[in-house]
Nanobody, 119 residues
Framework: VQLVESGGGLVQPGGSLRLSCAAS????????MGWYRQAPGKQRELVAA???????NYADSVKGRFTISRDNAKNTMYLQMNSLKPEDTAVYYC??????????????WGQGTLVTVSS
């Protein structure tokens, strides 16, 4: 099972980016999915999470600006980031609780995508 993020890049403050996370491989089902981020010199933190049923939760720092969503048919998760601030600069990682085709439970992580918010 592999998770691949895309959509990171350089954006000016106040701008927007949309991150995607696509899961591939032998997948039976995907339960909760989430976006984490790690800024230089800081610990990795949860940004947003979504259950298979679509329930969501967000870090206080991104509420009202970021929106997490998923397309279960495509095994893909998204993070729409609006009104970006310099403090949102970080490497963003996707995470998923995957049940593989072998019915093994996996805690899968992507390789990360860099988001830089700067003028």
């Amino acid at each position: 099972v592999q998770l691949v993020e895309s959509g990171g890049g350089l954006v000016q403050p106040g701008g927007s980016l949309r991150l995607s996370c696509a899961a591939s491989g032998s997948i039976f089902s995907i339960n909760a999915m989430g976006w984490y981020r790690q800024a230089p010199g800081k610990q990795r933190e949860l940004v947003a999470a979504i259950t298979s049923g679509g329930s969501t939760n967000y870090a206080d720092s991104v509420k009202g600006r970021f929106t997490i969503s998923r397309d279960n048919a495509k095994n893909t998760m998204y993070l729409q980031m609006n009104s970006l601030k310099p403090e949102d600069t970080a490497v963003y990682y996707c995470n998923a609780d995957v049940v593989a085709g072998t019915l093994d439970a996996l805690d899968a992580w992507g390789q990360g995508t860099l988001v830089t918010v700067s003028s």
